[in-house]
């Protein structure tokens, strides 16, 4: 049978969700009060964790091979997000403001005005964009080997 990587994608998506969902079932099922029942076995549910997660690594496997042409734009596409985000934690705070501590003031002066902070933030999530459509577009058009 041969997948699309957005197929196998999506498959992957799945395949961790159960896994997740066994984990949850073993956790609850483990440490129980003496005397009560358990709802599910935990060596079967061992048993599952172990196989799903051999089929899970071999799927992302698959994966991570068949995209070798565009894992440099996979990189890529993280660590602009990773941007993204430590750009929206950083302080454009500018003027005079109160302290929470003692209520007197202060003029900060920020290097990055948040209008600046602003229009760098769209210029990176615009080539995220473009990244992204063309990551869809090979992982709709390209097959697991």
């Avoid at 969902?21 to 935990?42: C, M, Q, T, Y």
């Avoid at 109160?98 to 760098?120: F, H, I, P, Q, W």
């Amino acid at each position: 049978m041969s997948l699309t990587i957005a197929k196998a994608l999506k498959e992957k998506n799945k395949k961790l969700s159960q896994l997740n969902k066994l984990w949850k079932r073993l956790d609850a099922n483990n440490s129980i009060p003496e005397g009560n029942v358990r709802e599910f076995d935990p060596k079967e549910l061992i048993e599952q964790l172990r196989q799903e997660t051999e089929a899970y690594i071999a799927l992302k496997t698959q994966i991570h091979n068949a995209c070798g042409p565009v894992r440099d734009k996979i990189f890529r596409l993280s660590e602009l997000k990773s941007f993204i985000h430590r750009l929206k934690s950083i302080d454009t705070n500018h003027g005079l403001t109160r302290t929470r501590y003692d209520a007197s003031l202060v003029k900060y002066e920020a290097y990055l005005s948040a209008g600046s902070m602003e229009n760098l933030m769209e210029q990176i999530e615009s080539e995220i964009e473009k990244i992204q459509e063309e990551l869809d577009h090979f992982n709709y058009t390209n097959y697991l080997k």
